[in-house]
């Protein structure tokens, strides 16, 4: 399951959970805890995800972050959290404070729910007073979580974030304008399009009418967007079904056939499957399948001296066997056909030792 997917998952078991977290502790362990290993941080290993993290304040000593994400033994985010009933605003202050006497260079201020990120990009060291990036657990958009997988530990690098941020920073807020605009029209709003569009004066009557007008339209304008945008997509959905369609019938086509018994489905999908890892190191028409009684081998150049990978899907469990360097096979269990893409690292080391293309 990849980062997006495991992002939607914990949204999508928050309703369900939400009646039982009745303190401050239950949200950190049902929701910030899931969050953190999500980012692929190691919440049980403190060199790694700090709890309690201590950042005394001046004379004050003895303050505490709920968690300090650690690198080489400094903090590089510190978290904040709250029950997901309480608003975030007022907590602001108190990680403004820890921010300041830590090496952090980020601050998460989260209720669970809502998650909103601060640098330093007014002021080195000094926090800012907005986040630069936030959003809401349940009503995550994709955009956005393109933008949190970098905070993730694959992902992380200090630089390629702080550069982002202040573009990310003013884009967020130029989009809760045109939000409250598009919803509710202010006056400067409907008044710079009457000034564009109506030759007479702006009076109070005309600014009314002007008004709906101005709402309608732009709502009108966002929506014909999407619509077209959707039609794009479908097209192009198409356009790949139908090119797919032909390379699969034309790669099947490689397949060895015996009279003796039939090639599955799922042996035809787990072959397309190895041969799409594959083809990022041999050209696609060296990828052989050949079918058998007992499996289905997948070679090198039609080479039985060069197997590539077996798959056994005629028992009750489905497996794939892998082959080192000196034909030493690695049998592993597939819990569906997809399982498959999650050995791809394994399968692409096992087929190392053949030559480059």
Known sequence: MDFKDQIKQLASRVEKMLPQINTEEATKTSLVMPFIQILGYDVFNPFEVNPEFIADIGIK??????????????PMI??????????LDPHQSQLFRYFHTTKAKFGLLTNGLCYKFYTDLVEPNKMDENPFFEFVLTEVKDTELIELQKFSKSYF??????????????SNAIKK???????????NFVKYFVTQVYDGKATEKVMVQFTEIVKKSVNQFASDIISERLKT?????????????IIAANELSTVPKDPGFETTTEETEGF???????????AVNRIVGRDTKSYFGILLDDNNRKPLARLL?????????????DKVETKLELTDIDSIYSYADQLLKSVAHYEEV
């Open 177 to 187: 304008i045109l939000h409250t605009e598009f919803k509710s029209p202010t006056t």
């Open 157 to 170: 690098d200090v630089d390629s974030i702080v550069n982002t941020a202040s573009e990310l920073k003013y």
């Open 78 to 87: 510190l978290i904040e959290c709250k029950h997901y009933k309480e608003k």
């Open 272 to 282: 397309l499957i190895i041969k799409s890892i594959l083809r990022q190191k041999f």
């Open 233 to 245: 997509a479908l097209d192009q959905e198409a356009a790949i079904d139908k090119a797919e369609a």
């Open 313 to 325: 899907f005629n028992g009750g469990k489905k497996y794939i066997i892998l082959f080192g360097k």
């Open 61 to 74: 000593k003895g303050e505490k972050v709920d968690y300090a994400i650690m690198k080489d033994n400094n």
